[in-house]
């Protein structure tokens, strides 16, 4: 990018060049350095990232969620909108960024979020009493510039002061919706010069309509102009796995769809798994969470690091495993032959 100190290289007259100067030059001295500069299309910006910690989501996303901009998780309840953000936290907090979670429900489970790998002793934690106080908070995170994360759980259950206060029978038609425009304005602003990115999860709630989608997503328009990244995740099929003598679940099966992404590739589906924090036959818990494991799995055997023949699959050490469940225990067990074959991904 060039800034005001820099010598424009633009096929002008000399005249017509220093009366570009001298605008650039004012602009930058009335609004700060920077506000006014020469697009160079030598200098590609890219953006930083946060990782899902899933190698196959993050691909779907552009390589993780951009900071910098706002994203949207949504989706029917239990498809794993929450634990998703968690995970980006989680992988936030090991680049050494600041996060904080605007709890709106106020029903987040720290020790559901450990589980998830987020050092909650270190999260930046709100339960608003408003929608207001909520988006109030928010805003004013974003703007001090030393959080570089913050998640609002959910847009859904904002609720605005007069809906509070007032009566079951009281109408607040589209109250949410004009607040969130509002301030989703005022947050944009500070996201690219403050290295923030916000995650709004969001449900879904029924539509009247006879054509086209029988769902929406609360909170307005506002937030589907505004979000580089829309995501919805929808719920499957159950996993089970014999524990102890009993069939259990011990996760699920769950599609993932950009439905908008400014950052990378849209309109892409894929199909994931999230697992449950199960007990396991050897006592251990199982970690709960959108299963790299599986994808490492996939990608191991698509390109030949790991062979499949039949349901025995071969590792690179030579050893066997019968059954994607075995295929799972193996590699969870021998952390050297999983290293290995990451490495050989490069991942």
Same mark, same amino acid.
């Given at each position: 990018?060039?800034?005001s ?11 017509q060049?220093?009366l ?18 020469l697009?160079n299309?030598?200098?590609?910006v890219?953006?930083? !990232?946060?990782s %899902? ?17 706002i994203?949207e ?7 794993? /909108? %929450? ?6 936290m989680?992988?936030?907090q ?7 979670? *605007?709890?709106?429900?106020h ?6 979020a450990k589980?998830?790998?987020?050092n909650?002793? /270190?999260?930046l ?14 805003v004013?995170?974003?703007k ?14 904002l609720?605005?002061?007069?809906? *509070?206060e007032?009566?079951?029978s009281e ?6 919706? !004009?607040?969130?425009?509002?301030e989703?304005t005022?947050v ?7 290295k ?19 769902t ?12 580089s ?16 003598g009993?069939t *259990?679940s011990?996760? =699920?099966k769950n599609?993932? %769809?950009?439905?908008?992404? /400014?950052?990378?590739?849209?309109? !892409?589906?894929?199909s994931?798994?999230? !697992? ?7 006592? %251990?818990? =199982? ?6 494991l599986?994808?490492?799995?996939a990608?191991a055997?698509e390109?030949g690091?790991?062979? /499949?023949v039949?349901?025995?699959?071969t590792?690179p050490?030579g050893a ?12 969870? &067990?021998?952390?050297d ?5 990451? &490495?050989?991904?490069d991942?």
């Open positions: 990018m060039q800034t100190g820099e010598e424009t290289k633009l096929s002008l007259e000399p005249e060049n220093l570009l100067q001298a605008i650039i030059s004012q602009v930058n001295e009335t609004y700060g350095k920077g506000s006014l500069i697009a299309s030598d200098n590609e890219i953006l930083d !990232r946060i %899902t910690g899933h190698i196959e989501i993050d691909k779907i996303f552009g390589g993780g969620v951009a900071i910098g901009r994203s998780f949504h989706g029917a309840e239990s498809s794993g /909108k %929450t634990t998703l953000a968690l995970q980006v989680a992988q936030a090991k680049k050494g960024l600041q996060c904080a979670y *605007i709890d709106v429900e029903a987040i489970e720290p020790p559901y589980l998830c790998g987020v909650w002793n /270190k999260v934690e709100n339960q608003p009493m408003s929608a207001e106080e909520a988006l109030d908070i928010m004013a995170l974003a001090s510039g030393v959080v570089q994360l913050i998640v609002l759980d959910s847009v859904a259950a609720a605005t002061k007069r809906m *509070i007032g009566t079951a109408e607040h038609m589209a109250e949410v919706a !004009r607040l969130m425009s509002k989703i005022k944009n602003m500070h996201l690219k010069k403050n923030v990115a916000i995650i709004l999860i969001n449900q879904l709630r029924d539509t009247l309509a006879k054509f086209g989608k029988a929406s997503t609360p909170g307005g328009r506002a937030i589907k102009f505004a979000a990244l829309r995501v919805e995740l929808v719920r499957y099929e159950n996993i089970t796995a014999t524990i102890n009993d *259990i011990v996760g =699920q599609y993932v %769809t950009t439905v908008k992404n /400014k950052v990378g590739p849209a309109h !892409r589906k894929i994931v798994e999230l !697992r449950y924090p199960t007990e396991l036959a050897d006592g %251990t818990i =199982q970690k709960p969470g959108f299963c790299n599986s994808a490492v799995i990608a055997l390109s690091v790991m062979t /499949k039949k349901n025995t699959v590792f050490n066997t495993a019968v059954g994607e469940n075995k295929v799972r225990e193996y590699l969870q &067990a021998n952390a032959v999983l290293a290995t074959v990451e &490495a050989a991904l991942i």
